[in-house]
Every structure is written in structure tokens, then in C-alpha cells.
């Protein structure tokens, strides 16, 4: 039979990249998104494309209730997930008293308590059938020094690529691998919904990828057994020279540049 992948924030983005990649390779897809319309036609592509089974649940991951939901969905409809690309996220511009508790706390929910929950209830399951895939689409931000603004942002992804390393070492010897994903600027609708389009498209364009080089990595990456991987030779550069940079200069670095992409 073949495998199942469960993608959230699977109707565009990265997302979206992922899923054709992972129907290329041969796999059937559980898309989960808030958005039905956009999951629906990208179903229908890749049906017609591959030949895969894709199925669909709305859910928005917000909601506290909602990876339970989500999970007790997929046992009612007899469905096997292999494995996880946690990718549902976005951006919360300015600093953290410029906007209400309510929206970091939701922000909190989609990017640091759902992709938790979702792994601690599907894991079982890969373990017992010695086989799982776990992508945990990180950020390049979680590997440098945090800036003003966005505050939250830059600390979710620590916190992927800091729990993903601890559960790569748990689970290697179930036969799955978890991966955390770092990419850089990409492009998506991701700096669109959080409304810093036009101010991040001032960037050079050295330092964007696409979201499908960014899927094909992380295949590749997943399969592999990487950990950590940094997408993109410009990102890899930044990690390691603000890595052997002193702290402080590597904040003042980051701190200065940051201040042409992000709201503070």
C-alpha cells in the first residue's frame, strides 16, 4: 500500500510545493488547511497528475481543540498517516504589546502547541508500523539571533528545530526520521497574509528561493535522516558566520538588517 502524508497548510506556500513533491515520489496526501476551495483544486491537480489519493479536512489548528479533532477524523475515516510535514504558520508583524494577547495566543496554538500535538498522537503509530516521516518546516530565524519585531517568530522555530533534534534521536531507531526545515525567504503567500509584501520584496533577490527548490530539499533532506537542514547556500552562509561572529556582533548584524523586513 502506499504511503500517506499528512500536510498542514497544505493549500499554498510551501505547503502546497511539498504536496506535489511527495505525490511526484509516489505518495498518497492528507491536505489540511482552513481554506476547502484551494485544497479542492489542488487535489484535483494532482490526481489527474500522479494518480494519487488526496484527502481533504478543513481545520483551522487555531482553535485549541483542534489536533484532537483532527486526529480523531483521521481514525474515523480509516485513514494512515506515514508521516507529518508540520507547516501550517505565519507572521505576527510589530512588537509584542502592539497587538492583542488573542493573536499570539493563536499564533502560539498554529506554530508551537498544534505541530507538538499532532506528532505526540500520530507517532505512536509509525513506531508500531516502523516507518514515519516527520518534517517540521522550521525557519532560518530560529538559527539566528532574535530581532525586534515578529517577536514570537524567530522563538517558535528555535523551539521545531530544538524539539526536532531530540526526537530524531528517540525515534531513529523506529525507523523514522524527523527533519526540521529551515528555509530563508521564500516565495509564497506567507508575506502577503501577514501584509510585509512590499516591504520584503525590497530584498535582493540572491536571497529568495522558490517554494518548489524548497519541497524538493526537504524530500531529499527527509529521506536522508537529516536533522537540520539549512535550504540554500546564502542561508547556510548567514547561519555560520553568525555562528563564529561573537554574540554581539552577531545580533548587532542581524538586529541592523532585520529593520528592512521587519515591522516593529
Known amino acids: ?26 505518495w498518497d496526501l492528507l491536505l489540511v488547511a482552513r481554506r476547502a476551495d484551494k485544497m479542492q483544486a489542488l487535489a484535483t491537480e494532482l ?27 483521521i481514525e474515523k475515516r480509516g485513514l494512515t498517516v506515514d508521516g507529518l510535514i508540520n507547516n501550517a504558520g505565519y507572521g ?8 492583542p494577547w488573542s493573536t499570539h495566543a493563536d499564533f502560539l496554538r498554529v506554530l508551537l502547541w498544534a505541530p507538538t500535538e499532532l506528532i505526540y498522537r ?3 503509530g509509525m513506531r508500531e508500523r516502523g516507518f514515519g516521516r516527520i518534517v517540521n518546516v522550521a525557519s532560518l530565524a530560529g538559527l539566528v539571533p532574535g530581532t525586534a519585531g515578529h ?3 524567530g522563538a517558535t522555530k ?27 525567504f521564500t516565495y509564497s503567500e506567507f508575506h502577503d497574509v501577514n501584509g ?9 533577490q540572491f536571497m529568495w528561493m ?49 529593520r528592512r523586513f521587519r515591522r516593529t
Open 1 to 26: 500500500m502506499k504511503r500517506r502524508m499528512l500536510i498542514t497548510g497544505g493549500s499554498a506556500g510551501i505547503g502546497a510545493a511539498c504536496a506535489r513533491v511527495w505525490a511526484a515520489h509516489g
Open 47 to 73: 490526481q489527474a497528475a500522479h494518480g494519487c489519493d488526496v484527502a481533504m479536512i478543513s481545520e483551522d489548528l487555531s482553535d485549541p481543540l483542534a489536533s484532537a479533532r483532527l486526529v480523531e477524523t
Open 92 to 99: 505576527v508583524p510589530g512588537s509584542l504589546l502592539s497587538v
Open 122 to 124: 500520530l507517532l505512536p
Open 151 to 153: 517577536t514570537l517568530y
Open 158 to 184: 528555535s523551539y521545531l528545530i530544538r524539539f526536532s533534534q531530540s526526537l530524531a534521536q528517540e525515534v531513529k531507531p523506529h525507523g523514522v526520521h524527523v527533519t526540521a526545515l529551515c528555509p530563508g
Open 196 to 204: 510585509m509584501r512590499g516591504t520584503v520584496s525590497k530584498m535582493p
Open 210 to 258: 522558490d517554494a518548489k527548490t524548497v519541497a524538493q530539499q526537504a524530500f531529499a533532506a527527509s529521506e536522508r535522516g537529516d536533522i537540520v537542514y539549512v535550504n540554500g547556500r546564502w542561508n547556510r552562509f548567514v547561519r555560520t558566520l553568525t555562528k563564529v561572529l561573537p554574540d554581539r556582533w552577531a545580533l548587532a548584524l542581524v538586529g541592523s538588517n532585520a
